[in-house]
């Protein structure tokens, strides 16, 4: 029987393996490998961030997912991949895993294009722990500033204005009055400043419609400085340039978060795949150039836009569609002995941005949309995908845990 090894339970990885269970009718068997035994929402990891959810609102387990019968979830570091003799190599295991096809779906990590003291000096939010560890770092914040008076603990500074950075700067004027509470302070004493190197925000949306955006943080009280470089992080301070050629200018903060963009899994130039900052250029059928029985979905791959020099940006929901691609594939290879699929084409439902949680702006199903009925085009674009996953949103409802006790 063949075997199929997903590597990662993020979006691509849980919707392929969902599909699959389905699809394959007990002609294949699934491996599943993650290094946590739950999925969480990266595209909420901001709520967690400013408080807004708890940790277990974005997170569930995998387990509930899985139909033991067809599917072996291992929980494990992926090390290495070795598409030339189809092995997995694992942390925690001697063997290696062997694989008939493999689909890697390993997701997203921090880019901080080797600024000095990035990574030592600020926050990153790329999982639910490092989520929950900025809250945690701005609740003890505004509970010290009660002790110090030190204004810099009231100061929050964001690092990188793209979607990540303005969701983010949005969650946290949401939660302001609560940290102003704690402080002791009103809540426009908590100062949010968005530190961006371009002079043009938000490149992918028109001009209207980006200016829009830049309007509402700034109507918000988020202080958005543009065309500033950083270029260095010390401890509470971001050092930038300002413009072209003037010297360095600095910020000072308690709280300093680092979501200057991102970059696929480490693992892809572990495994001496032909990457850019973690990312393959796939073939038509999603696979790696030289091995047609590896798939790479998700943030690890990198998908040509027709008629463009660049790949589609990376999303959830670009994601779930590579999924859905992929485990037609495989089932039509595993059970029909052939492939029947087109090539991938990806059509996509919208990109908007929400700011808060009632404002949101972007496009959606080819309209512009703004404030309050973007953010139900947002939030229906996220539920159409999960429920595409397969009664995901039930789940969300009602099968929650508690990660943290
Ligand atoms: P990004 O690359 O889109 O944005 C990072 C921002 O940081 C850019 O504006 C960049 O100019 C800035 N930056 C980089 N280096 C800098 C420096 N040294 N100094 C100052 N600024 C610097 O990354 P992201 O926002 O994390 O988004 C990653 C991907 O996820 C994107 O494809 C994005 O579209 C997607 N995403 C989508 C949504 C959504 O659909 N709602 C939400 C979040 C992220």
């Given amino acids: ?17 969902v599909l699959l269970q389905k699809k394959l009718k007990g002609e294949g068997r699934i491996v599943l490998v993650d290094r946590n035994t739950y999925h969480y929402e990266a595209t909420d990891l901001h709520e967690v961030a400013a408080g807004n959810l708890p940790p277990a609102k974005i997170s569930y387990q995998v387990s509930d997912l899985i139909n033991s019968k067809v599917t072996t979830f291992i929980q494990d570091e992926v090390v290495k991949i070795n598409p030339d003799d189809k092995t997995v190599e694992l942390a925690h295991r001697e063997q290696p895993l062997d694989y008939d096809y493999c689909v890697v779906s390993l997701g997203f990590t921090s880019e901080t294009f080797g600024i000095e003291g990035a990574k030592e000096n600020t926050l990153q939010m790329t999982n639910v722990k490092e989520a929950l560890e900025i809250h945690r770092h701005i609740v003890d914040k505004m509970k010290d500033y009660k002790i110090t008076k030190n204004p810099d603990d009231l100061k929050i500074i964001v690092c990188g204005a793209g979607f990540t950075g303005i969701e983010l700067a949005g969650a946290l004027v949401d939660a302001r009055p609560r940290y102003a509470q704690i402080a002791g302070v009103k809540p426009e004493d908590i ?72 970059s696929g899994s480490p693992v892809m130039a572990e495994s001496g795949f032909n990457e850019r900052r973690g990312r393959v250029v796939v073939t038509d059928h999603l696979n790696d150039p030289d091995h047609e029985d590896l798939y790479i979905i998700g943030d690890v791959a990198a998908v040509m836009a027709p008629g ?32 029947l ?65």
């Avoid at 997903?6 to 919707?15: F, H, N, R």
């Avoid at 500033?228 to 308690?254: F, W």
Wanted: with cysteine; aromatic share 8%.
């Fill in 1 to 17: 029987m063949k075997k199929i090894v997903v590597l990662g339970a993020g979006y691509a990885g849980l919707k392929t393996v």
């Fill in 191 to 262: 100062q949010i400043s968005l530190i961006e190197a371009s002079e043009r925000l938000l490149p992918m949306f028109n001009q209207d419609l980006a200016n829009y955006g830049v309007n509402l943080v700034k109507k918000l009280g988020v202080h958005l400085y543009t065309s500033c470089l950083i270029s260095r992080i010390k401890p509470s301070t971001v050092i930038y340039q300002h413009g072209r050629g003037n010297g360095d200018e600095s910020m000072t903060a308690g709280t300093i978060i680092w979501t200057t963009g991102v």
């Fill in 341 to 405: 699929s087109e090539p991938y084409s990806y059509k996509s439902l919208g990109t908007v941005a929400s700011v808060g949680n009632t404002r949101a702006f972007g496009v959606a199903m080819g309209h512009e949309v703004k404030g309050y009925i973007g953010s139900f085009m947002k939030k229906m674009i996220a539920n159409r995908s999960l429920l595409e996953v397969g009664g995901l949103k039930g789940l969300l409802a009602k099968g929650r845990f508690d990660l943290y006790h």
């Fill in 308 to 339: 463009s020099p660049r790949p589609y940006p990376t999303t959830a929901q670009l994601a779930l569609s590579m999924a859905d691609y992929v485990a037609d594939d495989i089932a039509d290879r595993v059970r029909k002995g052939e492939r």
